[in-house]
């Protein structure tokens, strides 16, 4: 019986393996969304078993709007992990969130449109709360673990996911500093929503690659910008997540566990048996 991982990792840009496993093995689910972006690579880190999921695929083949994020988070759900990292590059919207720096962001800005948001539908209706949508507890673990890595890490930020794969303009980047945001980025949403929907505790580590395009004394942001910089957190990403696997505690209080438990609305006997038992990895808690 595979045993079940005390974290799950998904690796954005930059970040495409994870060296530090020992004893790996790979596990390629067929979901009921498709497949995941590329097999999940399980070992042992620090000696507990983790798993890493390369959200763009192998060789970076996947763009931001084509990743399948309900397969990768369904794969995930399928091992038993309820503890979640995504490991993100993104713009700073702000001064002091400087290229090079890590955020852990409180907030998150849906701003995408082509992408599906939700495992439900098909005549099931759930009204997920969404209100914190980074996990408090998780997101303060990472904080503290980050923060023992000799790096600048800030706690809190609002981020916003555009659908890209084009970089923004200039108004749209000062637009978005005039609403407040923080961070900008291309993959934390949908990503966050449904691992709320799968009652796993999520938050990300964002790090900062560029100014965006809105810095009237920075460079804009290119890929080459965003490859340097994330060639050189690659190892500080990996030395964090070390930290927090040794930092999680047994058990978790948190409320993601049970994000379900009052989202449901549609009847339990109107709710047609092919979705019951399409989606039943999510509702075996909730319908009989």
Aim: with cysteine; net charge negative; aromatic share 8%.
């Amino acid at each position: 019986m595979r045993e079940k991982p005390v974290l799950g990792v998904i690796g954005g840009s930059g970040l495409y393996d994870f060296p530090s496993l020992e004893n790996t093995e790979e596990f390629y689910p067929a979901t009921p969304f498709g497949y995941p972006s590329a097999p999940l690579v399980l070992g042992r880190l620090k000696g507990n078993p983790v798993a890493f999921l390369a959200r763009h695929g192998i060789g970076h083949t996947i763009s931001p709007t084509e990743v399948n994020y309900r397969a990768n988070i369904w794969a995930m759900k399928i091992l038993g992990v309820d503890r979640l990292i995504g490991v993100s590059a993104c713009g700073s919207l702000r001064e002091d969130f400087a290229p090079g720096n890590i955020v852990i962001p409180d907030q998150l800005f849906d701003h995408t449109h082509l992408r599906p948001r939700s495992f439900f539908g098909e005549g099931l209706v759930v009204h997920v709360s969404t209100a914190e949508p980074f996990c408090p507890e998780l997101s303060t673990l990472l904080h503290q673990s980050v923060s023992e890595c000799d790096c600048v890490v800030h706690k809190g930020g609002a981020m916003i996911t555009i659908e890209g794969p084009r970089f923004s303009t200039k108004i749209e980047s000062n637009i978005y500093r005039a609403w407040g945001l923080s961070l900008i980025g291309m993959t934390t949403s949908p990503e966050a929503f449904l691992a709320r929907e799968a009652e796993i505790c999520y938050a990300v580590m964002a790090h900062v690659t560029d100014y965006d395009v809105w810095h009237i004394t920075e460079e804009h942001v290119s890929v080459e910008m965003v490859v340097k910089t994330l060639l050189k957190n690659t190892e500080l990403a990996q030395r964090s997540i070390n930290a927090l696997v040794e930092n999680l505690p047994e058990s978790s209080v948190c409320s993601c566990r049970n994000a379900l438990e009052n989202a449901i609305i549609t009847n339990r006997s109107s709710i047609n048996n092919e979705t019951s038992k399409k989606l039943d990895l999510l509702l075996q808690k909730y319908i009989k």
